[in-house]
Every structure is written in C-alpha cells, then in structure tokens.
C-alpha cells in the first residue's frame, strides 16, 4: 500500500472551480490505478474518477464527465481532480485511492477495489 495525502478542497461557489490534489507517498507501479471518490453526509461512497497510472486512461462517473478531468504526474507522484462549473450536489468529502494491481481493462468504478485511501478532503459548493 501507498500512503495518499489530499489537498485543496475549500468552500465555493457554483460555476467556480477547482483542483484537487493527492500526493502519493511510496512507490507506484505500472499495474497501478488511482481514483477519486466523494461521500455525501449519509452517503456512501461515490465513484467520482480513475486513471490508469501508466498510459493515462480515464473514466469518469456520468454526473462529473464533461466538467472533471483527472490526470496525474508521474514525476512528482502526483494525480489531480480540476472540477469545473461546480454545483450544490458535488458537495462532498473527496478521497484520493489507489489499487496496485488493476484490470488490464478499465479502472474499477468499485471503492472496496482500492486498498489504499487518503484522509479526504471536503469540498462544499453553495448556490
């Protein structure tokens, strides 16, 4: 396991936006896949988006696609989350993942599939 550490999280507005950070402390391979998920009070957790962390391949969850992108860097350990046009609905706590040896195929979209996981950090978006 790697130990993950997010920041930027912060109160905004709707239509705002921002950039979600994880530093990934230990060392990554290949076969590794990251990923974001939220959590709504009362919630469970929500599969947000993952990238495979050779090669780059992403997915997203339908809710966020078109307004999140997700992209790491390799050199600095380093995966991101820039959220676009926020809304009320994407308030959340949004925890970086990680799973050392994913799919060939695409990312999991399941957060019992990723056995490392960061503090989190909270993101509220107000009307």
């Known amino acids: 396991q790697v130990q993950l550490i997010e920041s930027g999280g912060g109160l905004m507005r709707a239509g705002d936006s921002l950039r979600l950070s994880c530093v990934v402390f230990?060392?990554?391979?290949?076969?590794?896949?990251m990923a974001w998920f939220r959590q709504a009070p009362g919630k469970e957790h929500e599969f947000v988006a993952a990238?495979?962390?050779?090669?780059?391949?992403?997915i997203y969850a339908d809710s966020v696609k078109g307004r999140f992108t997700i992209s790491r860097d390799n050199a600095k350990n380093t995966m991101f989350l820039q959220m676009n046009t926020l809304k009320p609905e994407d308030s959340a706590v949004y925890y970086c993942?990680?799973?050392?040896?994913?799919?060939?195929?695409?990312?999991?979209?399941?957060?019992?599939?990723?056995?490392?996981w960061g503090q989190g950090t909270q993101v509220t978006v107000s009307s």
């Open positions: 993942t990680a799973r050392e040896t994913g799919p060939l195929g695409l990312p999991s979209r399941r957060a019992p599939d990723y056995e490392s």
């Open positions: 230990g060392r990554t391979g290949s076969t590794y896949h």
């Open positions: 990238i495979k962390w050779s090669g780059g391949t992403t």
